[in-house]
């Protein structure tokens, strides 16, 4: 299971931070990728970036230059940053896993709402 | 914008078959999954590797995919089966990326 966790509103320029909360395997040993997915109001589903078990990640080049993903296994948690917020990056973040070989996500959070506001 | 482009819109009547597509250069290359998105709640995954259904996902749906083209299909289309679809697929640089999604509504 995933559970996300943000702040709910961040000030235009701001830094957004969200972690999703792993349950039911160790990140390391369960061999998943993992990403973060959002979907604005009125818009479609939008991939942010993914981070698979093995360190690499891949970010969308929209955002690339804003975005940042890591992996702590320690605490088993896939947490997200993403730089210079707008009033356009208000929307719900999913945290979501991809098993082995899946090459889709089977697993979603259930969503945290971000809202760009000051 | 997306390189899989999706039809915005898709009407069906209950009983009878809904195709939804989702259209990109080579997609027939990549492998497609599909997407059921209702307001309020977490993405559903209905497809998986172009024709693949997960465990619990019912047998009137089903996937292909070739050439440009990877297509949904869901057989006696029910009322429950009205939501947004999105077809997702992986880009060069291994970030995933979705269609515009696709509005299903069963008359």
């Known amino acids: ?118 | 914008s997306s390189d899989l482009a999706q039809p915005p819109t898709v009407s069906v009547s209950p009983g009878q078959t809904a195709s939804i597509t989702c259209s990109g250069d080579k997609v027939g290359d990549r492998y497609v999954c599909w997407y059921q998105k209702k307001p309020g709640q977490s993405p559903v995954l209905v497809i998986y590797q172009d024709t693949k259904r997960p465990s619990g996902i019912p047998e009137r749906f089903s996937g292909s995919n070739s050439g440009n083209t990877a297509t949904l299909t869901i057989s006696g289309t029910q009322a429950m089966d009205e939501a947004d679809y999105y077809c997702q697929a992986w880009d060069s640089s291994a970030a995933g990326v979705f269609g515009g999604g696709t509005k299903l509504t069963v008359l």
């Open chain 1, 1 to 118: 299971q995933l559970q996300e966790s943000g702040p709910g509103r961040v000030k235009p320029s701001e830094t957004l931070y969200l972690t999703c909360a792993v349950s039911g395997g160790s990140i390391n040993t369960l061999g998943y990728y993992w990403a973060w997915i959002r979907q604005s109001p009125g818009k479609g589903l939008e991939w942010i970036a993914t981070d698979y078990y093995t360190g690499e990640t891949y970010y969308n080049p929209s955002l690339k230059s804003r975005v940042a993903i890591s992996a702590d296994a320690s605490t088993n948690h896939i947490s997200m940053s993403l730089t210079s917020v707008t009033a356009a990056d208000t929307g719900v973040y999913y945290c979501a896993g991809s098993p082995p070989n899946y090459y889709a996500v089977a697993v979603w959070g259930q969503g945290t709402t971000v809202t760009v506001s000051s």
